[in-house]
């Protein structure tokens, strides 16, 4: 192969090995067939299984560098300006008896020139006309394409996807467009830029980790489930089309609706109740039931049976403070979760919320409920421990009601508090159980053990930060 007969464009701050698969590319060879221009003293960083890292950099000494240029058939001033590891020596190959050998040895991206992520292959065609994988040096503060929508993902993990779609959560382009702004401000303050988004991010990825109050957060779920798939395709954005989140001193109502084959009804307000005599007889009173378990299981029991003269029409009712925001029917299998599902759920093909909700004669504290529902949405929005049981049980309510994908969000989240409910009441009365001291490492394995069993899996070892352990070891 004559080197430098076409030409390849490098990238701004792209990595060497990159622009070497590019061009191996343009000429149609493999790239292990181009690497022979080098005598490599090393192998290139690996995966567990094998592959090679896509963060691998490799290195030159002097002889090697005019070799590369050669090849791309630019200026070695146009590579250096363009490739930050262009210019990087490594003694051992750098100096001794061989050093007028044109040599390589690969190191890892992060040790050589920070972190690196996966480039647009748009903007990569539209740079260099090669529609073709590239990886860019690329701080976390530069990693969105506000051109194509594009979150660009680390280059160091061992998985197929290159970047994530944004054009649905429009919030995060629109904070790329914010930071030279931000990066201004810091720089007149006397701070870095770099300094100033470390701080922030590690104080925001703490809230992420500790998960405070996870069970009632609206924006960042909601963005999560967007971004893995859960509401993909959809033509609403969660910064448009968000539910305004209630107060949590009172939860959000769930509707329902009094009878499988009614009709929806428009909402209306409830009439004012009349006022009765003492000795009248008792009527049948609204169903803005109050924060409690008493009046929630009546005012379902007069939705379900109301007397001949009352009207059919969707009713709101309130779940009380000390239950899963998942109000169920056992009478009627139906069920609702979320303000936004328009039509009661139909939970037939789900048995075990039944019996979940009949075995829960006795309601957990609510300071077990509290912690349990955050522990239970943080596995359930993290696919830990349960999620083939509750991707299972999402795909069966789905199929049974198909109405739920084109609600104003994604089932995967209107629903997140009814599937997990029978879990989280399981946890809840275990949790329940446990004394009022921090457990050691020998009782919380005794009771993770036992409550493995109880949640039917063959092993739970949650990690140290996960919420659980963090529960075991609080006062």
């Known amino acids: ?71 791309c058939g630019v200026e070695p001033a146009v590579l250096a300006r363009a490739l930050p590891a262009f210019t990087v020596d490594d ?22 020139a920070g972190e690196a992520a996966f480039a647009c292959r748009s903007c990569t065609a539209r740079r260099t006309g090669q529609a073709q994988r590239a990886v860019r040096y690329l701080p976390r503060w530069q990693r969105v394409c506000v051109r194509h929508g594009r979150w660009l993902l680390d280059a160091d993990a061992d998985q197929p996807l290159e970047h994530l779609d944004l054009r649905g959560v429009l919030e995060v382009a629109a904070a790329q467009r914010r930071w030279p702004g931000v990066a201004r401000c810091a720089v007149r303050a006397g701070v870095a830029p770099e300094q100033a988004f470390t701080v922030a991010h590690a104080v925001v990825a703490r809230w992420w980790e500790q998960a405070l109050h996870w069970e009632q957060e609206e924006i960042w779920p909601h963005r999560l489930h967007l971004l893995a798939g859960g509401n993909a395709g959809h033509p609403r954005s969660p910064a448009r089309h968000r539910t305004p989140p209630q ?50 299981t009546a005012g379902l029991h007069r939705l379900h049976h109301p007397p001949p003269t009352t009207p059919t029409v969707p009713a709101w009712i309130h779940p009380a403070p000390d239950l899963p925001r998942a109000m169920i029917c056992t009478r009627h299998q139906q069920a609702a979760s979320d303000p936004r599902q328009r039509t009661p759920l139909d939970i037939h093909s789900l048995p075990e919320l039944t019996r979940a909700h009949l075995a829960a004669r006795r309601p957990p504290t609510a300071a077990s409920l509290s912690w349990a529902t955050t522990i239970t949405t943080r596995w ?96």
């Open 91 to 112: 003694p051992k190959i750098s100096t001794g008896r061989e050093a007028d050998l044109a040599q390589a040895r690969w190191r890892a991206a992060g040790a050589v």
């Open 380 to 475: 359930y929005d993290h696919h830990q421990h349960l999620h083939t049981r509750w991707q299972k049980r999402l795909h069966q309510l789905t199929t049974a009601n198909p109405h739920l994908a084109q609600g104003p969000a994604s089932p995967t989240l209107t629903s997140r508090n009814l599937i997990t409910y029978p879990e989280t009441l399981t946890l809840a009365t275990a949790l329940d159980r446990l004394p009022p001291h921090p457990q050691t490492r020998t009782e919380q394995t005794a009771f993770l053990h036992q409550l493995a069993s109880r949640l039917q899996l063959p092993r739970l070892a949650p990690a140290d930060h996960d919420l659980l352990r963090q529960r075991l070891t609080t006062r």
């Open 247 to 296: 107060p949590r001193s009172r939860p959000p109502p769930v509707r329902l609706h009094p009878h499988p084959a009614s009709t929806p009804q428009p909402r209306t307000a409830p009439p004012a109740p009349a006022r009765r005599h003492r000795h009248s007889p008792r009527r049948h009173r609204p169903l803005a039931a109050p924060p409690a378990r008493r009046a929630a």
């Open 1 to 71: 192969m004559a080197a430098g007969v076409l030409r390849t464009v490098p990238l701004a701050g792209e990595l060497t090995a990159s622009v070497i698969s590019r061009a191996a590319d343009r000429y149609g060879l493999p790239a292990a067939d181009v690497l022979r221009l080098w005598t490599c003293r090393n192998s290139p960083t690996r995966h567990g299984g094998g592959g090679v890292r896509a963060d691998a950099e490799v290195v030159f000494n002097e002889a090697g560098r005019g070799v590369l240029a050669e090849l």
